[in-house]
């Protein structure tokens, strides 16, 4: 049977199974946290990260902020010169569903991230789990991200798959919003719980 006759599983990573967070690594660079706060969100912000997840180089995008913010040089080269200690431990309770599903074998099974090329080997070598998906499709590589709606596509071209019958599910309202335009059943994570409701509901697991 192929996999677009199937009801494929689609998760996003981080959020969600992957527990990355830029605080992991600054509460150790800054020692006062209004300065961290205002690096985070001024600095080297979530806008200027997702320009290196949509494929902009992280070598670009560090020597950009580097000219604009020259007296925080240093810790904006421990962004991406530390990145690993980002990484905090995988959420368990939502790899245990993904475990059951594997396990199962009823449902191909995928993940769409936001992620930059460069960074995403780290964690594909670090963690296992992610091994067990039937496909992974990265933003980085594709020059592209959520929630534009060419990313979605790709991801159904790719592997073949029905929207309505895509079931999709990510942290990000945004990225839910835009992949329920795009046809797939998609429903927005909020705690593992919920997650394995939805799939219950669905009879997918």
Request: negative net charge; hydrophobic residues 40%; aromatic residues 14%.
């Amino acid at each position: 049977m192929t996999s677009s006759a199937r009801q494929a599983i689609v998760f996003d990573l981080g959020g969600v199974l992957v527990n990355w967070d830029p605080e992991y690594l600054y509460r150790k660079i800054f020692s006062d946290e209004k300065e961290m706060r205002y690096f985070l969100n001024e600095v080297c912000t979530p806008d200027w990260n997702e320009q290196q997840d949509e494929g902009r180089s992280v070598r670009e995008g560090t020597e950009l902020l580097v000219g604009r913010y020259p007296h925080y040089e240093k810790a904006i080269r421990a962004y991406y010169g530390r990145w690993e200690e980002m990484l905090g431990e995988p959420f368990e309770d939502t790899i245990a569903i993904l475990s059951t599903l594997k396990e199962q074998g009823d449902h191909p099974l995928y993940a769409l991230t936001n992620w930059s090329a460069e960074t995403f080997p780290i964690a594909y070598d670090r963690y296992d789990f992610l091994h067990w998906f039937d496909g992974i499709v990265v933003s980085g590589a594709e020059k592209t991200r959520k929630p534009f709606p060419l990313f979605y596509q790709l991801l159904l071209d790719r592997y073949h798959l029905i929207p309505e019958k895509t079931f999709f599910t990510d942290d990000n309202l945004r990225n839910i919003t835009a992949a329920q335009q795009a046809g797939l059943d998609a429903e927005l994570f909020t705690t593992p719980a919920a997650l394995r409701s939805a799939l219950e509901r669905r009879k997918l697991i």
